[in-house]
């Protein structure tokens, strides 16, 4: 469904990804981990447009979208959850709902959406009318997440959803992934927290320095010896 | 009494006009629009040109010709402004803020000298004016002019701020204002909605450009200049970027000086208006409605 090969982006002097290629399935959850600087925030922006790369490419769904114009990648059904959320903190959070469905011209198939996302997340419900960024982290994440829902996403690009996020919360983020994805979504889901997204991925890459390092079935990360030891804090 | 706040809630309304395409732009590219005032200046003459086409209009007809030449100015106006944002300040979106700011001054220059190219350098007369009869209302003598061209004016405000706050397009906006990259993750095309605000903008100015050749009958080519910075110094008043807050500082400037002629004497009047700018800009630079401007920035 996304495939990215030989990717290459620089940023002046840095070679931030050096010929990185991946791959997602349809109704897949793939992990992208490594370090802090390994590439993980590059590869979704030189996914989603936000980055233009010096070499390789980007195809989604038989569309070559290699440097396209981020809102034609999002009309094309692949959707970018930025890295911090992002939410636009003094609009509403209804109006960052309706946002996310700027691209749907029939308002009554908008108003549906965002009825589907306050089913799934009932605390924007009670906030609907309050600003974004008056929420907590975790209601931000989940507003995130919903903005990018209501677009109608085929495929999620996200970014680090556990940042700064207390366990509980993180739990119950990684759970709405799983629920988005059960009902046809796929995700390329970007972590530092390799426990978090290892748990609902079914495959998973690590990079280091712009290049992939490992890959393999989520459950054979979660076993590899290399793995324990850099991302899973174990000895 | 009364006579002086009409007067400056006649002025003000224009200076509100103006004022609100330079706080738009500010709102979404955090750009000063010097080149904004001369906009105003290009409707008139646009609007001057329109009507010596069509050749001589009867006073009974004044006000329905008005109202069309209005109409076409504004999409003039708009579509140069279009064009301005286009060629001078596209390129520039990730330069230097001080560099955008140097350019505006340019084009500002550029379509001054530009228009005594085109048009000459002596003031022109206006083909059209707004005379006739006047009425009393509690005291103040107002024409029927002056409430014809507030009324234009309060329409194309609140269908602004029915747009704005209103509309998928003005939510597009202001998601801009506070974050681009964002807003292109959501599948809005930045760039043209960048465009629209422009377009926007200008036509308000161009529309009150018009309005003031038929009131006071007469235009040159450096008449967007002072009005230019009276639009900026009514945007500071009421808050830059804030739509709501732009509006009450156009009201709020013309009723400044409408009082501060009145008891200093008219040679103070642009004195007046620039002393509360800088008033306003060391002690409150975020305006009169201008909270929301400083979660912005």
């Known amino acids: 469904m ?31 981990l490594g370090n802090n600087g390994a590439g993980k925030t590059t590869t979704l922006a030189a996914a989603s447009g936000l ?51 700027y691209l749907v011209r029939d308002q009554a198939e908008v108003r549906k959406r965002i009825d589907r996302v306050y089913e799934l997340l009932p605390r924007l419900a009670e906030r609907r009318a309050q600003q974004g960024g008056t929420l907590s982290g975790g209601e931000q994440q989940m507003l995130a997440i919903g903005r990018a829902l209501v677009t109608g996403p085929r495929m999620l690009l996200l970014d680090e959803p556990s940042m700064g996020l207390a366990p509980l919360v993180v739990a119950s983020v990684m759970e709405l992934i799983a629920q988005i994805n059960a009902e046809g979504t796929a995700v390329l889901l970007v972590e530092q927290n390799a426990t978090a997204a290892l748990g609902i991925a079914h495959r998973g ?31 | 009494m009364t006579q002086l ?49 069509v050749g001589g209009v009867s006073s009974s007809m004044a006000l329905p010709v008005l109202l069309a030449v209005l109409v076409v100015t504004m999409a003039v106006t708009g579509l140069a402004g279009v064009a301005l944002e286009r060629i001078a300040y596209r390129p520039l979106r990730r330069a230097p803020r001080l560099s955008l700011l140097i350019t505006a001054v340019g084009a500002s220059f550029a379509l001054e000298y530009g228009m005594r190219a085109a048009a000459g350098a002596d003031p022109r007369v206006y083909p059209l004016r707004l005379g006739g009869s006047s009425l009393e209302v509690a005291g103040a003598r107002l024409t029927l002019a002056q409430l ?43 760039n043209a909605v960048i465009s629209r605000t422009f377009f926007i903008g200008s036509a308000l100015a161009g529309a009150a450009g018009v309005m003031a050749g038929a009131y006071y009958g007469k235009i040159d080519f450096l008449m967007g200049f002072l009005i230019g910075l009276k639009a900026f ?21 013309g009723l400044l000086e409408s009082f501060g002629t009145f008891w200093l004497g008219g040679e103070w009047r642009d004195v007046f208006a620039f002393g509360v700018l800088i008033l306003f800009l060391t002690v409150r630079p975020t305006g009169l409605l201008g909270e929301r401007v400083t979660e912005r920035v």
Request: glycine share 16%.
């Open chain 2, 5 to 53: 706040i009409w007067n400056g809630l006649f002025v003000g309304s224009f200076y509100a006009l103006v004022a609100l395409g330079y706080s738009m732009v500010y709102g979404i590219i955090k750009l000063l629009n010097f080149a904004h005032g001369d906009l105003y200046m290009l409707g008139a003459f646009a609007g001057f040109a329109i009507l010596g086409a």
């Open chain 1, 2 to 32: 996304l495939e990215i090969s030989g990717l290459d982006v620089h940023y002046g002097g840095v070679h931030a990804l050096r010929g990185l290629s991946l791959t997602v399935g349809p109704g897949e959850i793939v992990a992208l």
């Open chain 2, 233 to 253: 110094t009514a945007a500071v008043i009421g808050g830059i970027g804030n739509i709501p807050g732009t509006m009450l500082g156009g009201l709020v400037l």
């Open chain 1, 51 to 101: 980055v233009r790369p010096s070499g390789g490419t980007v195809v989604f769904d038989g569309h070559d979208v290699t440097g396209g114009r981020p809102h034609r990648v999002t009309a094309l059904g692949l959707v970018h959850v930025p890295e911090g959320r992002r939410v636009f903190s003094t609009l509403t959070v209804h109006e960052n709902l309706q946002l996310g469905g």
């Open chain 2, 148 to 190: 014809v061209l507030v009324g234009v004016a309060v329409v194309l405000m609140i269908g602004l701020n029915l747009l704005v706050t209103r509309t998928r397009e003005g939510r597009a906006m202001r998601a801009i204002a506070l974050d681009p990259t964002t807003s292109s993750l959501m599948g809005i095309d930045v």
């Open chain 1, 205 to 235: 890459y690590v990079i280091e320095n712009g290049e992939r390092v490992l890959d393999g079935p989520a459950a054979e990360l979660r076993d590899d010896p290399r793995v324990v030891e850099a991302y899973l804090g174990g000895v």
